[in-house]
């Protein structure tokens, strides 16, 4: 939680200075790409600690506080990031953002998906070969045993 806010925070740094010095919004897009990320897996761990069996049966987490506090300033420094685009930016920058936000989190979901998909395929292939060689193993035992039951071997 703490490397995703520190992540959060860089970024936050590099991106509200380059507005406010006048830079587009395309020179910090691999920062913006970072402020996303942060935030997102820090979402996604709270999500991952809510629907965790273990959780619920363990109660709550003493760091629920933080996560808490931490994804509150995020949602103040990304308050604080529209009101720059705004003020900084060029017209319709705000706008571009959002947009540029939302692409960039549907890349990410995409490229999951197809981790995942590239992950199950692996998975699928290892269980076929080796499903493959317990099948000849078993097939050559079988034979040397039909060999020496018959007194060939």
Same mark, same amino acid.
């Given at each position: 939680?703490?490397?995703?806010?520190? +992540?959060? /925070?860089?970024? #936050?740094?590099?991106?509200?200075?380059?507005?406010?010095?006048?830079?587009?919004?395309?020179?910090? !897009?691999?920062?913006?790409?970072?402020?996303?990320?942060?935030?997102e897996q820090l979402? !996604?761990?709270?999500?991952?600690?809510?629907?965790?069996?273990?959780?619920?049966? +363990?109660?709550?987490?003493? /760091?629920? #506080?933080?996560?808490?506090?931490?994804?509150?300033? *995020?949602? !103040?420094? =990304?308050?604080?990031?529209?009101?720059?685009?705004?003020?900084?930016?060029?017209?319709?920058?705000?706008?571009?953002?959002?947009? #540029?936000?939302?692409?960039? =989190?549907?890349? =990410?979901?995409?490229?999951? *998906?197809?981790?995942?998909? =590239?992950?199950?395929?692996?998975?699928?292939?290892? *269980?076929?070969? *080796?499903t493959f060689i317990?099948?000849?193993?078993?097939?050559?035992?079988?034979?040397? #045993?039909?060999?020496?039951?018959?007194?060939?071997?």
């Amino acid at each position: 939680m703490i490397a995703e806010l520190a +992540a959060f /925070n860089v970024a #936050f740094g590099v991106v509200k200075s380059a507005i406010s010095n006048g830079k587009d919004i395309v020179d910090c !897009a691999k920062h913006i790409g970072d402020m996303i990320g942060a935030q997102e897996q820090l979402q !996604a761990r709270g999500n991952r600690k809510k629907n965790s069996m273990w959780s619920a049966l +363990a109660g709550k987490d003493t /760091n629920d #506080f933080e996560e808490f506090m931490a994804l509150e300033k *995020i949602k !103040a420094q =990304r308050k604080e990031l529209m009101q720059a685009l705004q003020l900084y930016g060029r017209s319709g920058m705000k706008d571009d953002f959002l947009k #540029f936000e939302v692409e960039a =989190r549907k890349q =990410r979901r995409a490229d999951a *998906i197809a981790a995942e998909q =590239r992950k199950q395929t692996l998975l699928e292939w290892m *269980i076929g070969i *080796i499903t493959f060689i317990v099948m000849l193993v078993g097939f050559a035992a079988g034979m040397y #045993f039909v060999g020496k039951a018959q007194g060939k071997w």
